[in-house]
């Protein structure tokens, strides 16, 4: 499958963003969805993830209760609905797939089978 991100961009402090991954390819529903960032000078890390079957979620202790990921399998996307944005939050976005997999198990970041291109999100304090 491929993946590309979108709806990134430049928000104050407290504000929301949501952002997309449309997937390209078969079997979209068969792959469990997640979310990553990077910020500059960090390593990457897992965000939110969303299982291939029954939509089971796992979020980062950091942005739980404020991130929600969500997936659409009839429009081949998934969704992170950002709010109460912090500048911590600031970050290069990225989404990726591994098949048939448990949401927890995304948040090892090695093992994916698809990332995408990734998208800015800065928060201005």
């Known amino acids: 499958v491929q993946l590309q991100a979108s709806g990134g961009g430049l928000v104050q402090a407290g504000g929301s963003l949501r952002l997309s991954c449309a997937v390209s390819g078969r079997a979209f529903s068969s792959y469990t969805m997640g979310w990553f960032r990077q910020a500059p000078g960090k390593e990457r890390e897992f965000v939110a993830a969303?299982?291939?079957?029954?939509?089971?979620?796992y979020y980062a202790d950091s942005v739980k209760g404020r991130f929600t990921i969500s997936r659409d399998n009839a429009l081949n996307t998934v969704y992170l609905q950002m709010n109460s944005l912090k500048p911590e939050d600031t970050a290069v976005y990225y989404c990726?797939?591994?098949?048939?997999?448990?949401?927890?198990?995304?948040?090892?970041?090695?093992?994916?089978?698809?990332w995408g291109k990734g998208t800015q999100v800065t928060v201005s304090s």
């Open positions: 969303i299982s291939w079957i029954g939509g089971s979620t």
């Open positions: 990726a797939a591994r098949r048939i997999t448990t949401a927890q198990a995304m948040a090892l970041v090695d093992g994916m089978d698809s």
